[in-house]
């Protein structure tokens, strides 16, 4: 995977947000692949193996988790 450097978090999340309802970058959730609590705005963007860029977990890439694995923080999903 290749660390892409994002200028401007906030226009890169509102332009590649995929669902309605884009977060706040001073929101926090949980990553279900790390089980780690973060700050959105710390998210990172990632090319993978498809050459597709993805915004990802901060603990990336020792995490694979992407924006799709995150929920809310008091999200009970055990
Ligand atoms: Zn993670």
Redesign the pocket.
Known sequence: MKEVKIEDKEKYLKEHYPFENIPNLRDQRR?I??D?IFTIGDYKVFIDEDDEELIY?P?APE?D?TLIDWIPVDYDYK
């Open positions: 990553c692949h790390c780690r977990c603990y995490c988790g």
